[in-house]
């Protein structure tokens, strides 16, 4: 029994796979061919998040902190709606990866649910998320966040719906370096000016680089800017935080 649902399991990764590989081809296919129209170049997670009828979609691979994530997002608001996260440490991602469990949080409860979290993304138009872990307890590889506008869930569905993408992530994800197909992190995702940033504070500040790390985020959530550029005016010698 347990080999048949494993199986019926690997079937549906298998299909999700192969619908969004298909998807992003198309659409790298019709920027191809319309080069001489400016036009960003189609992003893996906005093929991810039309599959599941969403507006905006992130996927992380976890680090030993936020700023040690790679992220890959559909679009700006989407990876506004997961900085808010990193700023304010509580939100769908956030939850799904501690808990390593999946979660659909839509309207009012999602006030409820995250006290800071919930009113700083409906300021982004966020109404409703969902969230999966990527990969099975224990051996979770990051986290699938999906956004909303409508302030209505089909809560089962959409959790099922989540799990089944992030299934055919994480398979991506493990056959990234084995197999050619779309990627789904790229070198851009890293927090490489985070990362720097975070050292230069830890120096100037005499603290280790988590402390470093929390400084920068509090910054960022004082100037409602995001920690990338926070990190940038440091790296630049604009702004000091000690």
């Known amino acids: 029994m ?3 649902v494993t199986n019926a399991r690997l079937t549906v ?7 969004l590989s298909e998807l992003y081809a198309v659409r790298t296919e019709r920027w191809i061919d319309d080069a001489g129209v ?25 680090g030993r902190r936020h700023a040690a994530e790679l992220v890959a997002a559909s679009d700006a ?17 956030t939850e799904a990866a501690t808990r390593e469990t999946s979660i659909a949080v839509a309207g009012a409860a999602l006030l409820e649910r995250w006290p800071q979290y919930g009113p700083a993304v409906a300021e982004l138009g966020v109404r409703a998320v969902t969230a999966a872990s990527l990969g099975p307890p224990g051996a979770s590889l990051g986290v699938l966040c999906t956004y909303a506008a409508e302030p209505v869930l089909a809560a089962a569905a959409a959790v099922a719906a989540t799990d ?27 927090r490489v000016a985070v990362h720097q940033a975070a050292g230069m504070v830890s120096v100037h500040c005499g603290c280790d680089v988590d402390a470093a790390e929390d400084l920068l985020a509090a910054r960022a959530f004082a100037a409602g800017l995001p920690v990338e550029e926070i990190a940038a005016q440091v790296l630049r010698g604009e702004t000091h935080l000690c």
Not at 77 to 93: Q, S
Request: glycine share 6%; hydrophobic share 55%.
């Open 38 to 62: 400016p036009a960003p170049r189609p992003v893996f997670m906005a093929a991810v998040a039309s599959v599941l009828g969403t507006s905006g979609a992130i996927a992380t691979l976890r």
């Open 13 to 19: 990764c298998a299909s999700s796979t192969a619908m």
């Open 2 to 4: 347990a080999e048949a």
């Open 77 to 93: 608001k989407a990876r506004a709606a997961h900085e808010l996260e990193y700023v304010l440490a509580e939100g769908p991602a």
């Open 164 to 190: 089944r993408m992030a299934g055919a992530l994480a398979q991506m994800v493990l056959l990234d370096d084995i197999l050619p197909g779309p990627p789904v992190f790229h070198e851009d995702a890293l």
